[in-house]
Every structure is written in C-alpha cells, then in structure tokens.
C-alpha cells in the first residue's frame, strides 16, 4: 500500500509561483499513476492535472492548462505540480492521490478512481 505526501504549500501573492510535490513511499509506489485536486470549503474536489505511471500522458483542468504542469521522478518516488501565474481562485488545499495501475499509460482525472490519497496542503494566493 502507497503512502503519499504532499508539500511545498503556501501564501503566494497573484501572479507567483509555487511547486507543490507529492512523495510516495511503499514497496511498489511508482506503479501508480498521479493526480493532483484541490478542494475550497463547501465545494467538490475538483480535478487540476494528471500524469500516467511512466509519465509519457499528461491531461489539465482547463483552469490549470498553460500555468500548470505536472511531472514526475520516478528515482524519487516523487510527482510534482508546478504552478505559474497563480490567481486568487487558485486558493485551496491541493491533493495528490494514486491509482494503482500496471499500465504505464493510463490516466486518470477523476477523484473516484483513486484508490490512495494525501492529506492534502493549502495553498493560499493572495495580495
């Protein structure tokens, strides 16, 4: 069973930048393809980018596509989210979650299919 968790939150003013990453620790945690959600209070989590187990797929939120990417090194049992040009709307706390697949190209983007999650960090953009 993975462990996965999440770091690099914070306050950042608009505009900025913040890479947050996600470690896994676990006999097989780089069998797992990624993805990262956010969640504000009294919302759904809400879907931001994805990454398959070998990293070769990436897909985006159409809030997070051209500010955000999502990569991955597997040496390190690590899968960051690097975001740019953060907006007030970006505030909230940021999950990585894993799907254990052994399908190196499957993508997933959506919250139920992940079997494992963080705790979660916040990440707060404002002036």
């Known amino acids: 069973q993975v462990q996965l968790e999440e770091s690099g939150g914070g306050l950042v003013q608009p505009g900025g930048s913040l890479r947050l990453s996600c470690a896994a620790s676990?006999?097989?945690?780089?069998?797992?393809?990624v993805g990262w959600f956010r969640q504000v209070p009294g919302k759904e989590r809400e879907f931001v980018a994805a990454?398959?187990?070998?990293?070769?797929?990436?897909r985006y939120s159409d809030s997070a596509e051209g500010r955000f990417m999502i990569f991955r090194n597997n040496a390190k049992n690590t899968v960051y989210l690097q975001m740019n040009s953060l907006k007030l709307e970006d505030t909230a706390v940021y999950y990585c979650?894993?799907?254990?697949?052994?399908?190196?190209?499957?993508?997933?983007?959506?919250?139920?299919?992940?079997?494992?999650w963080g705790q979660g960090t916040q990440v707060t953009v404002s002036s």
């Open positions: 676990g006999p097989t945690s780089t069998t797992y393809a």
């Open positions: 990454i398959s187990r070998i990293g070769s797929i990436l």
């Open positions: 979650a894993a799907h254990s697949t052994p399908d190196g190209t499957v993508i997933v983007t959506t919250a139920t299919a992940f079997e494992y």
